[in-house]
């Protein structure tokens, strides 16, 4: 069965405190692994899309890594404006629909 | 710049009532998903769409139906509302996987209905 696991579920940094997500994955042939970050109250927003191990993928403080079995987010000295939801999903290659993470809890203190 | 709209932000419905959840996008996709979120439970699958009058189940499609008249639009219908369906629901588009270069675009989420039954 295909799934999706992220820890921590809940991570607090101080403002310039670099640290790493962790998504964890078993999916029978991967078309694609997503991040969004969810706002409270919002829908989550689209952040990158890795295809294969060894990729890598960066936006302002984010950068995204894949390997065969695991996602790192690593974010870069955070600001308190990128606290937010973290999720991770994964696309088998045989469907459209992704398999979501459960999320982790990021806040950035000032 | 392209979106996806759902029809209300906050809804109070009383148990028994049916209830019309809409989502409208306006982006030309061909796939639409309603998912519903729950703390500790992350997003789960509704019903999914890949084209206009098809629908599929998703995860948990009890006491939840669908419909898809046109291409842009996609309901969510709760037949008889109950309290264990107070959630946030989320509606999402794509474009479909056999498109190149689609997976670049991940899904667009509208920002949510939160609907609570009492």
């Known amino acids: 069965e295909d799934q999706v696991t992220q820890s921590p579920e809940a991570l607090r940094l101080q403002e310039g405190e670099s640290s790493s997500l962790n998504c964890s994955y078993t999916?029978?042939?991967?078309?694609?692994l997503f991040w969004y970050r969810q706002d409270p109250g919002k829908g989550p927003e689209f952040l990158f899309t890795?295809?294969?191990a060894g990729e890598e993928k960066e936006k302002e403080r984010l950068k995204a890594t894949l390997t065969k079995k695991e996602s790192f987010l690593h974010i870069t000295a955070p600001k308190p404006e990128d606290s937010a939801t973290y999720l991770c999903?994964?696309?088998?290659?045989?469907?459209?629909?992704?398999?979501f993470g459960k999320g982790t809890r990021l806040h950035i203190l000032p | 710049d392209v979106k996806v709209t759902q029809s209300s932000r906050y809804l109070v419905k009383r148990t028994g009532e049916k209830v019309f959840l809409e989502c409208v996008q306006d982006?030309?996709?061909?796939?639409m998903f309603w998912y519903r979120q729950d703390p500790g439970l992350g997003l789960r699958l509704i019903y999914f769409?890949?084209?206009?009058?098809?629908?599929e189940k998703g995860d948990i499609p009890e006491g939840y139906s669908v419909s898809r008249e046109k291409k842009e639009r996609f309901s969510l219908i709760l037949e008889s509302a109950s309290t264990n369906q107070t959630s946030m629901y989320l509606c999402?588009?794509?474009?479909?996987?056999?498109?190149?270069?689609?997976?670049?675009?991940?899904?667009?989420f509208g920002s949510g209905t939160r609907l609570t039954v009492v």
């Open positions: 999402a588009s794509s474009l479909p996987i056999n498109l190149e270069g689609a997976a670049n675009y991940g899904y667009t």
């Open positions: 999916v029978s042939g991967l078309r694609g």
């Open positions: 890795l295809y294969s």
């Open positions: 999903a994964v696309q088998a290659e045989r469907d459209d629909k992704i398999i």
């Open positions: 982006m030309d996709h061909e796939n």
């Open positions: 769409s890949y084209d206009v009058k098809m629908k």
